[in-house]
């Protein structure tokens, strides 16, 4: 079963930036496509960023230019670099390998004044 750990939200003013990051295990991510989801109480889970193993990445129009999404195959690892937050990217992010039905805890970021 594969397991999914999200770390490195945390409260961040407008036009700051996070560094999220999702450790994988119980598979080898190579091979997957894996991606960044996130969610806001009261609303549908959303698709944020995914990359392919070869690095080829791709980006929902709302963090087109502020996101950047990495991973490191060797390290099973997923990232998330955030810049230019606004008090929309308030939400809870969780990380996802495709074709796995698993989710991790996520990690929350809150932008805020």
């Known amino acids: 079963q594969v397991q999914l750990v999200e770390s490195g939200g945390g409260l961040v003013q407008p036009g700051g930036s996070l560094r999220l990051s999702c450790a994988i295990s119980?598979?080898?991510?190579?091979?997957?496509?894996i991606a960044w989801y996130r969610q806001v109480p009261g609303k549908m889970r959303e698709w944020v960023t995914g990359i392919t193993t070869d690095g080829t990445a791709n980006y929902n129009d709302f963090v087109k230019g502020r996101f950047t999404v990495s991973r490191d195959n060797a390290a099973n690892m997923l990232y998330l670099q955030m810049n230019k937050l606004e008090l929309d990217d308030t939400a809870v992010y969780y990380c996802k390998v495709a074709k796995f039905a698993v989710w991790g805890q996520g990690t929350q970021v809150t932008v805020s004044a």
């Open positions: 119980e598979t080898d991510i190579y091979g997957k496509y």
